[in-house]
């Protein structure tokens, strides 16, 4: 080409999908480029550009576009083909894994297929032009990248060893024998390797492992212009074309894991930063064009093809709204003699201006890492864009002071025609000291008006503000306070009269107030947050004298304690450097200690020589300036930051907050802390967070005043005062004032207020209702100190709280200490409040509840027995006593065994309270008295009287409770159980299932309501045959119980025992027999002989032993249990009945043929009795004997019952069924008149 023609460069960035919004944009320039020259067809990019590159997905459009010299539609269709393909996500069950999240096959092999489809070999191209597709006949898929007859085309990729080093370029041209075998297809997928997107790939002869280029050099522009030097080193008069794919700052990727998102963040920064860069460099020249979708395509996922259209819309719109830039930049793209500007900007300095002033308090920072992101929009916004004034706004400590002195080094850099000024907003005195220095550099005298001199804040400003003026960046730097910044509210004034206004001057506030933010720059603010992860590694990496300790795994665990926050790393790096006899680990268990420790490590003074010399470097006194600015400003917030000192700095309810006057009083209070981002709002809800530091900066400050007992005596009044107490319809508020009330009551273990004792109670209270008895008895250590100095079993004068703590032990089964607590309780009731009083009453029953849990069922009938005889009047009173007595009474006797009229009385009453249960509020009582009933059903054999009566109390459920009330949970699980003892096992798993995944996410997971539903479902699976789901769910019940509750409790027990059920009908016999051997022990050390779980337990541990060959051990136990049955209940009982049959089938494998034969007639004559004809277990019974006096030689009793099964069997079983094939061989035995010693 000729040398005096313009050097013409495509540069596409990467983008995934988003490449289809470059080539949109592309092909609107290149109907542009046919319609100006009058062309017949719109001109191929390989046609007008010397050289096309790209990174990425941008490097497969410059393959598709220079090396097989497509047009831009043809492009389009391919690029749109390759991205469904590609992007389609791998099946398997770990998103975004190690090795991508989509196909690098799927890739290879859209892209030979794109090549097949526009190979460039004489051949293929003359069987397209017959109009005959070469996508199946095309032998080239692997045909080579290099090809010096094509457009000069350059793809970027890096080193996945060192990804920090400079990109490698793959070019058609090269002649490095490395590359030289590379295909097409390999270069793509090495350009295109992107970071948990697709795998990296080996290529080349050396096989060095490639990934894409895209989180450094997204946008290749910058390194294509300098390649294009290289090739053309005569050059002096550019054309570039940079098109972006619309990322912007704020780049979102869904159901994305959080490295993924800061990678894309990452990417999206270094193509801005390098787009401003280029623009600056190249700025006032026609060579260099950007054209990129600035808005609307945020929410486009990177991988999403499904997305295209939305792509096409939004860019189309884009298109449009640049019409005339995209005319102006065809109109020039052939025009010459354009004025040559430096390749780079360091030839910039060679040519500086002399006359531009700079004033900065500091040197640079050379210990500066990161924050690209925050640099790129302020560059772009200043000095792109040409913002007036923008604020930098953060948490103090957040590292603005130090952005803001790195971008003042920058613009002295790359804008040598601009004056830098910097001026302390700390002070009135700070200002004008700053302003002074600034006169000097500019060398502007102030004349002396009469006896004084000119105000110099005035003649700088003046100066400043005037058109003649070169081009100025100040910086106004901790303008924190609102008066200084513009003066008292009722007067105008502050600093702010004194900033210069020109269009020749860009300002930039730091502050950590939003409300100044806002008012000084007119809502133009960017955000400073808290550093990423690899950023703060990098700076604490820079600030240890021993740099390698910077990115150890201790250091990021501590980098996350210290929220990477740059002061906070600041702070530390300085004591290590100091005190090198502590470890980085050492160092972390001090801020994970006590209270003193911490406040004495964020309390430490550090020097910094780019911080100003009399400001606080403390971590924790840094804020201390603010909190006194806010109480200055409003008295009310900085109650409220007191208050805060006091509980968790997470998930702060508004409702737990001190009481205002006005609302208004209350959101600008709020309003003022946001502002500050000492709190932040979750979303729309009523919770707010604290940073963590800055609570351990709130109490610093609370102690330096000496306020810290009287702040928590408040804290702990307000807490009581707005503490939610509607317990079974506020439970969600409730839960969210618990971590802060726990919080509150370990921070005030030496205040004894009686309000204390309040709080005290009600976390008790919510901690039970939350199943969540262990935080109770660790907590309750705490308060036994302020029971000490009581005499010996006197209740502490706050009866509730042993009442509760009576409660919480029997929820973990621990009794005993339950039993101790309650009588406590019940003795200081007596004894303070007389016989006659509903709390006496209403603890005593709880006493007796704990004794039937305990099996004590004679103490709780005696209990109960003695207030129904001696309380009437008080139960007449007081129905929800009256209901709850009774129940007790029919639960205790039900359990006990005890045939008793309770369950008339309490019939009876019912009947006469339901019909105005609404209007007195008993809807509640009654449901309860209900289920005890159902209960007592159930376990009297009577199922089928529960199914309905529960049926009926479900319904009244549904009218009056919400489906995850407690109460309306207790009746489902009670339908539940009564459908098991009906063997209605589906419906029982319908009832169930849903009521578990409520409870799950409404109850805590060792509530005991979560695990008997738990248990229950388990039970029903058993049962139904699903024996893997009941193991699922039985094993976790039995894990929350082993770490929650004593081994004697009685639902651990239990869940053991059906848990060694499961394992037996798994045929896992050793841990069964093991499980089964623990519950045995445990009922023999806390249980009579004569206890029916105990007994149970026993019936099947035999059971086992007969399963695994121990028929002496199996033998021994059962007949225990037979014996122990015989005596205790009548011979139709089902468990008796149970224990003989299983007896007599061990007697029948130890050869014991006629003390099986008695027990199975037994067995078999009362079945008769009492079950239907086809019961199968009355049929297995018949079956048994059947067998045993075919073992006895009595072969007409054996045929006579083989006979009676078999007719049984023809009238219930299908042909095929193993047990009815088995009753007949066994029938056809005895007919042929098998000898008497047959095995059986």
Known sequence: MATSAPLKILSLDGGGIRGLSSLLILECIMEKMRESKGLSDMPRPCEVFDLIGGTSTGGIIAIMLGRLKMTVNECIQAYRKLAEQAFTPKKGRI????????????????????????????????????????????????????????????????T???????????????????????????????????????????????????????????????????EAQRQWPGAQELRILSIGTGLGNAVKLDNSRVSIVKALKKMATSSQRVASSLANRYSGSNQYHRFNVDSGMED??????????????????????????????????DQTSIPPVPSTPESTKQSRPTSSAYHFPFPRNRRFVGREQVLAELQDRLFALHTPCVSLVGLGGVGKTQVALELAYWVKENHPDHCVFWVSALSDATFEQSYSGIAKKLLITQRICGDEKEDVK??????????????WFLIVDNADDRDLVFGPSDSQGGISQYLPTSEAGVTLFTTRSREVAVDAAQGEIVDLCEMEEDEAAGL??????????????????????????????????????????????????????????????????????????????????????????????????????????????????????????????????????????FLTRRGDTDLYDMHSLVHTATRVWIQDQAKTDGTRVDAIRCVVDNFPRRWSRQREQWLGFLPHAISLLRRSENIEVEE???????????????????????????FTTSRQGLPAGEAHPHHSLDRSLGRVYSGIGQHTKAISYLETAVLAYRRQRGEDDVELLAAELDLAEVHIGARNYSNAIAIIENILANSTDILKASPTLLLRSHALLVRAHGRAGQATNATDTLQHILGVLKPTARRDGLESDILSAERSLAEIYINNNQPDRAVRLLKYVMDDDAILLPEDAFTKLHSQYWLGKAYVAVKDYEQAIDVLEPVVKISARTIGEEHILRLILEHCLATAYL???????????????????????????????????????????????????????????????????????????????????????????????????????TRILDEESKSRLWSEYYLARTYLELRELEKACQLLEHVAATYAKILDEEDETRLKSEFRLAQTYLGLGQLDMAIGLFEHVAMVDAKTLELDDPDRLMNLEWLEHARGQIPSNQEI
């Not at 050396?206 to 990934?211: A, G, V």
């Not at 005035?458 to 081009?471: E, K, M, T």
Request: some cysteine; hydrophobic content about 40%; aromatic content about 8%.
């Open 300 to 333: 486009v996922v990177l991988s999403d093809w499904k997305k295209a259209s939305a792509i096409s819309s939004h860019t189309k719109s884009y298109i449009r709204s640049q019409d005339r830039a995209l005319q102006e930049f065809v109109d020039k793209l």
């Open 540 to 677: 604490f990496a820079r600030l240890l004298v021993q740099h390698d300790l910077g990115k150890t795994e201790p250091a990021l665990e501590l980098l996350k304690e210290l929220t990477y926050l740059p002061l906070a790393i600041s702070q530390a790096a300085a004591y290590l450097n100091k005190n090198i006899n502590v470890s980085i680990p050492e160092y972390l268990a001090l801020l994970r200690g006590t209270e003193q420790d911490l406040v004495s490590l964020m309390s430490k003074e550090f020097r910094d020589s780019t911080r100003y010399a009399n400001s606080q470097n403390a971590v924790a006194t840094t804020w201390i300036v603010s909190f006194e600015h806010i109480r200055k400003a409003n008295e009310f917030a900085a109650s409220l930051l007191s208050f805060i000192s006091c509980i968790e700095p997470k998930a702060i309810p508004q409702s737990i907050l001190p009481r205002s006057e006005t609302q208004e009083q209350l959101a600008s209070a709020l309003g003022l802390l946001c502002g500050y981002a």
């Open 1023 to 1125: 049962e139904d045959g699903q024996v893997a789901r009941a193991r699922e769910l039985f094993e976790h019940v039995v894990d929350v119980h082993a770490r929650t509750c004593a081994a004697e409790d009685t639902y651990r027990l239990s869940s053991e025992y059906f848990l060694a059920r499961t394992y037996v009908k798994l045929g896992e016999m050793g841990k069964a027999c093991n499980l089964l051997e623990h519950v045995v022990a445990t009922h023999t050390r806390i249980s009579d002989e004569e206890d029916k779980f105990r007994l149970e337990s026993e019936c099947y541990l035999a059971q086992t032993y007969r399963k695994l060959g121990q028929l002496g051990k199996a033998c021994q136990l059962l007949e225990h249990v037979v014996a122990t049955f």
């Open 458 to 471: 005035v003649i700088v400003q003046q100066h400043l503000s005037s058109s003649a003026v070169q081009p």
């Open 160 to 226: 996945k060893d060192d990804v920090d080093t400079s990109p490698t370029l793959f070019t058609t041209y090269g002649t490095s024998m490395d590359l030289d075998s590379c295909a097409i297809w390999q270069v793509a997928r090495a350009t295109s390797a992107a970071t948990t997107f697709f795998k990296p790939i080996t290529i080349g002869r050396d096989k060095i492992e490639y990934i894409d280029a895209a989180f450094g050099y997204n946008n290749p522009c910058e390194i294509l212009i300098e």
């Open 756 to 782: 204390r004792l309040d709080l005290l109670d009600f976390v008790i209270r919510c901690l039970t209702l939350d199943g969540r008895w262990l935080d109770v008895v660790h907590l309750f250590e705490g």
């Open 95 to 158: 998103p975004y894994s190690s090795h991508g999240a989509f196909s690098a096959t799927a890739l290879e092999d859209a892209i030979k297929q794109a090549i097949r489809e526009s190979c460039v070999e004489a051949e293929c191209v003359a069987q397209r032009t017959r109009g005959d597709s070469t996508e199946k006949t095309c032998p080239h898929s692997e045909m080579k990248f290099r090809d010096k007859s094509c457009t000069k085309t350059v793809v970027l990729a890096i």
